[in-house]
């Protein structure tokens, strides 16, 4: 079955600079790739996804770069700001009513 | 995106009951899915189920001890039975939204003493 690998488990950036989390998955079949943004006591609630036909997407401060030869994705944040500050968790799946499959997560702080 | 109502919100439950966590969506969907995240953890996949058929369950889950019931393509339960302390977590279930993503209900905190 498929393995989601994340990291850094922890991170730490300035306010304003930017934040890079890397995931490597498994299972070539895997065609979505959702990223995660879990506030404490909350859901995890969807920021970005991207499909395996797409290499980028970008939605403001946010992008994701998939690389399907190489089997991983990345999520960018640029200008991080104090309320970016979460656990985020990557996931995989093939689309269509199949589970996803969630990496370990990685807790960002951005320090004002 | 699709609204997940999930309840209870929290319990605090004695070892050795059960607690039965329920699922309503706002429309029909074929799957439904159900988490388990442990304090500090990432979201373990308990089951998947499918209106009509068993649920399916991954490894290390048993069907006697999470029972997952789907009466309808809006609507699930799991039950946690003959709780003990280490199944104090959170569960959340999800479902699939075509344009919308996985979406989470809103998950219970369960807490065994």
């Known amino acids: 079955g498929e393995n989601v690998e994340q990291h850094p488990s922890t991170l730490s950036v300035q306010e304003g600079d930017s934040a890079v989390i890397k995931c490597t998955y498994s299972d070539s079949a895997s065609n979505y790739f959702p990223w995660y943004k879990q506030e404490l006591g909350k859901r995890p609630q969807l920021i970005i996804d991207i499909r395996s036909n797409v290499g980028e997407k970008k939605d403001q401060r946010i992008a994701v770069t998939l690389n399907k030869t190489a089997k991983h994705f990345s999520l960018h944040i640029t200008e991080t700001q104090p309320e970016d500050s979460a656990v985020y968790f990557c996931a995989a799946t093939h689309s269509g009513n199949t589970p996803l499959v969630f990496g370990k997560g990685t807790r960002l702080s951005v320090i004002a | 995106s699709a609204v997940i109502s999930q309840k209870p919100s929290r319990d605090i439950c004695q070892r050795g009951t059960s607690l039965t966590i329920q699922c309503q969506v706002d429309?029909?969907?074929?799957?439904m899915f159900w988490y388990r995240q442990q304090p500090g953890q990432s979201l373990t996949l308990i089951a998947t189920?499918?209106?009509?058929?068993?649920?399916?369950?991954e490894s290390g889950f048993v069907i006697d001890k999470f029972p997952i019931s789907r009466p309808n393509l809006t609507f699930s339960t799991l039950t946690v039975s003959n709780m003990s302390p280490e199944d104090s977590s959170i569960y959340l279930c999800s479902v699939d939204r075509a344009n919308y993503g996985y979406t989470f209900g809103s998950g219970t905190r369960l807490t065994v003493v």
């Open positions: 429309s029909q969907v074929t799957m």
């Open positions: 189920a499918n209106q009509g058929s068993e649920a399916t369950y």
